[in-house]
């Protein structure tokens, strides 16, 4: 169960949600970042009760900026939990859109402003690091053949055209997040990030790309493991039956 302890005060049309666990060294620095873009942004803090106090932290920096609000949550329950909390946290308010971010720099502030700018003509922005070459730094060989053979292993049984599809630097519009019902998104790993977005194309709503330069995380741990990798191997199975074994968007219903 997630519980928002500040009373509401929305500022700007983007949300960005970031959820955190064990983010004490990362969070002050990207609040700075977010705040000082030059396109204005709400920031939403979800926070899985970080042993470390980044739950805190992020407390105290949201009572000096009406524009930072904070979840908490009561126990670290998967990411795509944290995200469906702040979905339906976002679509409480008036948002146009809401972005998805990770916490530990490996995406850069920076390039929410061309987030934006193409969600204004798209239900869904996609940050690629794969789009006309491989935009990744700091990744082994290894992990950077599990993320292109993942998204080449989307692409073959679900039919997305999408270069990078696990990718969780993501802007959505209202429209495309309310088109969704979060109860029944399952999956909780990097497969969540998939399931999103094959809900959304399968409905003929309007996908993009946009590049960006991911940069895996200098500070902290990464959270990937073998359970979540196992969980992407099967989601897109189902994805393809939910789309009644089709590898292009639903027919667009007669009005």
Same mark, same amino acid.
């Given at each position: 169960?997630?519980?928002?302890?500040r009373e509401?005060?929305?500022?700007n049309?983007?949300l960005?949600?970031?959820?955190?666990?064990?983010?004490r060294?990362?969070?002050?620095?990207?609040?700075?970042?977010?705040?000082g873009?030059?396109?204005?942004?709400?920031?939403?803090v979800?926070d899985?009760n970080?042993p470390?106090?980044?739950?805190?932290?992020?407390?105290?920096l949201?009572?000096?900026? /009406?524009?930072?609000?904070?979840?908490?949550?009561?126990?670290?329950?998967? =990411? *795509?939990?944290? #995200? @469906?909390a $702040?979905?339906?946290w976002?679509?409480g308010?008036?948002?146009?859109?809401?972005?998805?971010?990770?916490?530990?720099?490996?995406?850069?502030p920076?390039?929410? /402003?061309k987030?934006?700018?193409?969600?204004r003509?798209?239900?869904?922005v =996609? *940050?690629?690091? #794969? @789009?006309? $070459?491989?935009?990744?730094?700091?990744?082994p060989?290894?992990?950077?053949?599990?993320?292109?053979?993942a998204?080449?292993?989307?692409?073959?049984i679900?039919?997305?055209?999408?270069?990078?599809?696990t990718?969780?630097?993501k802007?959505?519009s209202?429209?495309?997040?309310?088109s969704?019902?979060?109860?029944?998104?399952?999956?909780?790993?990097?497969?969540?990030?998939?399931?999103?977005?094959?809900?959304?194309?399968?409905?003929?709503?309007?996908?993009?790309?946009v590049p960006?330069?991911?940069?895996?995380?200098?500070?902290?741990?990464?959270?990937?493991?073998?359970?979540?990798?196992?969980?992407?191997?099967?989601?897109?199975?189902?994805?393809?039956?939910?789309?009644?074994?089709?590898?292009?968007?639903?027919?667009a219903?007669?009005?």
């Open positions: 169960m997630a519980e928002c302890i509401f005060a929305r500022m049309e983007t960005v949600i970031v959820p955190t666990y064990n983010e060294d990362n969070i002050r620095p990207l609040v700075q970042r977010l705040m873009l030059s396109v204005p942004v709400d920031l939403l979800v899985d970080s470390d106090g980044t739950g805190e932290i992020a407390e105290k949201a009572l000096q900026n /009406p524009a930072i609000h904070v979840l908490h949550r009561v126990k670290k329950d998967g =990411l *795509g939990r944290a #995200y @469906c $702040g979905f339906e976002a679509l308010q008036q948002y146009a859109y809401i972005m998805e971010m990770d916490g530990d720099f490996s995406h850069n920076d390039d929410i /402003p987030f934006v700018e193409a969600a003509a798209a239900d869904l =996609l *940050g690629s690091r #794969y @789009c006309n $070459g491989i935009r990744v730094i700091n990744w060989m290894s992990r950077l053949m599990l993320s292109q053979g998204a080449l292993y989307v692409r073959i679900t039919g997305m055209p999408f270069t990078d599809p990718g969780g630097f802007c959505f209202r429209r495309a997040l309310q969704i019902d979060l109860k029944t998104i399952r999956s909780n790993g990097y497969s969540f990030q998939i399931e999103l977005t094959h809900n959304i194309w399968r409905q003929g709503l309007r996908v993009v790309e960006i330069i991911f940069t895996d995380r200098f500070q902290g741990t990464s959270k990937m493991s073998p359970n979540i990798v196992r969980e992407a191997l099967w989601m897109v199975w189902r994805l393809l039956l939910q789309n009644g074994l089709r590898r292009n968007p639903r027919p219903k007669q009005k």
